[in-house]
């Protein structure tokens, strides 16, 4: 049964579990998460163990509809299905990778934030990562200007395998903002990687970055 296929997974980078639906906020949560990132399911009346509970009435899509429509921004796009197993009905929604990201959820103190699914969890997306899905919607791309501080990011990660954002400003001594422009910049032009891990987010050179061909002056 493709259901129980998909518990048995567990929850993993594509995949959570909800027992149940209280609050649209909190699953406005993880639909931007999803949308943000690779996409996603959730099996809504799935306990964390994996045991089947049910969704209690119909009133828990509609909560999914307001999650997506009214506590995400902008709105999230959805499908739904319907499993039935021991007269207990799950429902699963799925939610594609967006072309319009970021997208922001709204909390309980109604400000909004951008979420990334990073294995099984939701985490909060940095301004960096909100800057290159911003501007990798742009219809011309981004105009790189290499001055030394890009030059000193390029020369330190020749010797260093990554580097946070406050690291950079810091050894670069340029504002934080100045740093988020170029490591955002260098993410979209495909010069640099994120690295997500467990407790920050930092950034490497691109596994195809070839530095001598890119510094190289075009011919005449």
Known sequence: MKLMKMILEGEHQKQDFKYCISDSRKI?????????????????????NGNIAGIRSDEEYYMIESAA???SKPEIEFSS????????????????????KPHFAKDD??????????????????????EVWRKQKRPKGVFINYSKDEKF??????????????????KAGITYRAAEAILSDFIVVG???????????S?????????????QPPSN
């Open 69 to 71: 429509k009214i506590f």
């Open 81 to 100: 299905r319907q499993h039935l197993v021991d007269n207990k009905v799950v429902l699963e929604i799925i939610v594609e990778s967006s072309p319009n």
């Open 153 to 170: 990011l390029l020369d330190y990660l020749s010797r260093q395998a990554s580097i946070t954002q406050s690291a950079y400003a810091r």
């Open 203 to 215: 950034y490497a050179l691109a596994d195809d970055f070839d530095r001598e061909s890119w510094e």
């Open 191 to 201: 010069i640099l990687k994120i690295v997500l891990g467990e407790k920050q987010i």
């Open 109 to 130: 103190e109604n400000k909004w934030w951008a979420y990334y699914r990073h294995h099984d969890e939701n985490k909060l997306a940095n301004k960096v990562m909100i």
């Open 28 to 48: 406005a949560k993880s639909l931007v998460a999803f949308a943000n990132t690779d996409g996603g399911r959730l099996l809504i009346g799935v306990k964390d």
